[in-house]
């Protein structure tokens, strides 16, 4: 279980890591 909830806080970071930089660099944020 612990195994999972770490996967899916890895995830989560690279998700929104990509989304930043995607938004940093359109000039969203």
């Known amino acids: ?4 909830t770490w ?3 890895l995830f989560l ?3 929104f ?6 938004g940093r ?3 969203y944020f």
């Open 13 to 15: 970071c690279l998700t």
């Open 7 to 9: 996967h899916l806080g």
């Open 25 to 27: 660099s359109e000039g």
């Open 17 to 22: 890591g990509q989304i930043g930089f995607k």
């Open 1 to 4: 279980l612990w195994l999972v």
